[in-house]
């Protein structure tokens, strides 16, 4: 989702990115980062299972308190275990079998003294009690926390983003992306005329009298900054999509006074849902149901509670981010951020530096739903319009074990990367199978980057490493320098990592030809003397003419 913002910026400026992202574009690193971005010793020997969060709101005060269960294995004898939660927030309590625990501080992470002898193989559980005034978000969901917001009405219309930040900036929990927790419990309290609409599906609600408790029940595992909160004065519809795993719930929650609007866009949802399923499999969350939620930000790619705020019109708030006009032909947050499902919350980054997972496969899925309804062409021209909001300043991968991401191009060159991967497959059948694959072979795990280059070069046959160091860990981009005089063609690439030598399709006198260069020059004789030579547009790559 992140990069939207700086997508922006670059369409109204044409300054560095520098200083633009939050935590991508960061070069120094405090011990805060450490203990927020690394498998601590305090975090390594505990595997989450379960978690109960439990908070009622106060919209009035903008107050939040309450509990979050927490329930582990113990995988090594240990007896401190780290929680995180972000200050202002303050941990009340925390027990163990009842008994109150000694907490040690340390900024944002807080070192739990446990007293009962961790035993390899225990199931143990922890009770976190906390409350306070949440940080509240400045540009949501970018910088993220509470969005305390009010709908035309007067209404209290509240939601969490947290991205990037980290979910301790309103629970406390294991704030790190390579646990995650194997299915969860979500209860939250708010005034009576009001409801919370949260990941999963609705249990039951309680009615307190001057408040109500929204029950939500999470089957499947879940990203921390997948987890939010949506607290509005909400109407509902819903219908069931016959997907490849049987039927779907897919239901969705807006502002009642947004209804009609809702209806009529939202039909975008069951559209994506058969592109998706089409390409990448089987929607990943069947159990929990899929929901769109109006929300007072742009929009999140919330676990089974994709967060909507693109105000009913297409593209990117009514724009085309391509150019082309085919970024119309679709309400961007819808397409995005249900792509996300599959690309982050299914298959999601073990480390934050490795979030081209996520973005580079949710951009590229934008093309792929254009080509499953508009064709192979619109598909093209849409992500070769993409190009224009590339950086290239920094490179795709950031610093691991420090919460660093990497550059916002993560989106557009990965996606423009992936398509050119596409070209080098060149057959959509076996394209389609692999992406299908991918969801299938690390289907609800955390993965690292080498293990999606490995998997890629592994299915696709070719030794992809120096494709990935190219367009992952640097920011050249290939270029290939040629020749054309009389009838004889001279290449070479330059520009590049060691041993890159991607084949690369072009067109003599219009036929498609496969060449291989390599950074020596190579000799090619054309049969005629006046030929014309174009590179294959799809590739993303530059080329320079030598005289
Ligand atoms: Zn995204």
Same mark, same amino acid.
């Given at each position: 989702?992140?990069?939207?913002?700086? %997508?922006?910026?670059?369409?109204?400026?044409?300054?560095?990115?520098?200083?633009?992202?939050?935590?991508?574009?960061?070069? +120094?690193?405090?011990?805060?980062?450490?203990?927020?971005?690394?498998?601590?010793?305090?975090?390594?020997?505990?595997?989450?299972?379960?978690?109960? /969060?439990?908070?009622?709101? $106060?919209?009035?005060? *903008?107050?939040?308190?309450?509990?979050?269960?927490?329930?582990?294995?113990? /995988?090594?004898?240990?007896?401190?275990?780290?929680?995180?939660?972000?200050?202002?927030?303050?941990?009340?309590? $925390?027990?163990?079998?009842? $008994?109150?625990?000694?907490? %040690?501080?340390?900024?944002?992470?807080?070192?739990?003294?446990?007293?009962?002898?961790?035993?390899?193989?225990?199931?143990?559980?922890?009770?976190?009690?906390?409350? =306070?005034?949440?940080?509240?978000? %400045?540009?949501?969901?970018?910088? &993220?926390?509470?969005?305390?917001?009010?709908?035309?009405?007067?209404?209290?219309?509240?939601?969490?983003?947290?991205? =990037?930040?980290?979910?301790?900036?309103?629970?406390?929990?294991?704030?790190?992306?390579?646990?995650?927790?194997?299915?969860? *419990?979500i209860s939250v309290t708010v005034p009576r005329n009001l409801m919370d609409v949260s990941n999963g599906k609705l249990e039951n609600i309680v009615d307190n009298g001057?408040?109500?408790? +929204?029950?939500?029940? #999470?089957?499947?595992?879940?990203?921390?900054?997948? #987890?939010?909160?949506?607290? &509005?004065?909400?109407?509902?519809?819903?219908?069931?999509?016959?997907?490849?795993?049987?039927?779907?719930?897919?239901?969705?929650? $807006?502002?009642?006074?947004?209804?009609? *609007?809702?209806?009529?866009?939202?039909?975008?949802?069951?559209?994506?849902?058969?592109?998706?399923?089409?390409?990448?499999?089987?929607?990943?969350?069947?159990?929990?149901?899929? *929901? /769109?939620?109006?929300?007072?930000? /742009?929009?999140?790619?919330?676990?089974?509670?994709?967060?909507?705020?693109?105000?009913?019109?297409? =593209? +990117?708030?009514?724009?085309?981010?391509?150019?082309?006009?085919?970024?119309?032909?679709?309400?961007?947050?819808?397409?995005?951020?249900?792509?996300h499902e599959w690309f982050a919350n299914n298959i999601t980054n073990k480390d934050i530096a490795d979030m081209w997972i996520h973005e580079s496969f949710t951009n590229y899925s934008e093309s792929l739903f254009l080509d499953y309804y508009y064709g192979k062409k619109a598909s093209s021209e849409y992500v070769i319009g993409l190009r224009k909001g590339i950086a290239n300043k920094k490179a795709i991968i950031g610093k691991y074990h420090l919460n660093n991401e990497g550059s916002s191009d993560m989106y557009n060159k990965g996606g423009n990367m992936l398509h050119t991967l596409r070209q080098l497959v060149d057959d959509d059948e076996k394209w389609r199978r692999i992406l299908r694959k991918m969801n299938t072979k690390f289907y609800h795990q955390t993965v690292t980057s080498h293990q999606i280059e490995l998997f890629l070069s592994r299915e696709i046959g070719l030794d992809l490493t120096p494709f990935f160091n190219q367009y992952l860990r640097s920011i050249k981009i290939p270029t290939l320098e040629y020749n054309l005089k009389n009838n004889i063609l001279t290449y070479k690439w330059t520009s590049v990592v060691k041993n890159f030598k991607m084949p690369l399709k072009v067109f003599i006198n219009d036929t498609p030809i496969w060449l291989y260069p390599t950074t020596e020059v190579q000799k090619k004789t054309l049969t005629s003397i006046k030929s014309t030579f174009k590179i294959d547009p799809n590739f993303y790559v530059y080329s320079k003419k030598i005289h």
């Open positions: 989702m992140k990069h939207l913002f700086l %997508i922006l910026f670059l369409f109204v400026s044409v300054l560095s990115l520098k200083s633009q992202s939050l935590l991508g574009e960061k070069e +120094y690193f405090t011990r805060q980062d450490t203990l927020r971005g690394s498998i601590t010793p305090e975090r390594i020997w505990w595997d989450l299972t379960f978690y109960h /969060l439990a908070i009622e709101v $106060v919209p009035d005060l *903008k107050f939040i308190s309450g509990k979050n269960t927490i329930e582990y294995t113990v /995988l090594k004898e240990y007896q401190t275990l780290q929680i995180d939660l972000q200050s202002p927030l303050k941990i009340t309590k $925390v027990t163990q079998d009842g $008994v109150p625990l000694k907490v %040690i501080d340390d900024g944002n992470a807080h070192f739990v003294q446990l007293q009962k002898k961790q035993k390899i193989g225990n199931s143990e559980r922890i009770i976190v009690h906390y409350q =306070g005034n949440p940080k509240e978000a %400045i540009n949501a969901p970018w910088d &993220g926390g509470f969005s305390w917001k009010k709908d035309t009405n007067g209404n209290h219309f509240v939601a969490t983003s947290c991205q =990037g930040l980290g979910a301790s900036v309103w629970w406390p929990c294991k704030d790190h992306m390579y646990d995650e927790v194997e299915n969860m *419990k001057a408040t109500k408790t +929204y029950h939500w029940s #999470v089957n499947n595992p879940i990203n921390n900054y997948g #987890v939010n909160l949506n607290i &509005g004065d909400y109407t509902h519809f819903s219908e069931v999509f016959e997907g490849e795993n049987g039927n779907l719930d897919m239901n969705y929650y $807006v502002l009642k006074y947004n209804l009609e *609007k809702a209806k009529k866009q939202f039909t975008d949802a069951p559209k994506m849902m058969k592109a998706f399923e089409h390409w990448f499999g089987p929607y990943p969350f069947y159990e929990d149901g899929f *929901k /769109l939620v109006e929300v007072p930000y /742009l929009g999140m790619e919330h676990q089974s509670s994709v967060t909507y705020g693109n105000k009913f019109k297409n =593209g +990117y708030l009514g724009r085309d981010l391509s150019g082309t006009g085919w970024g119309l032909k679709f309400d961007f947050i819808i397409i995005h951020e249900s792509g």
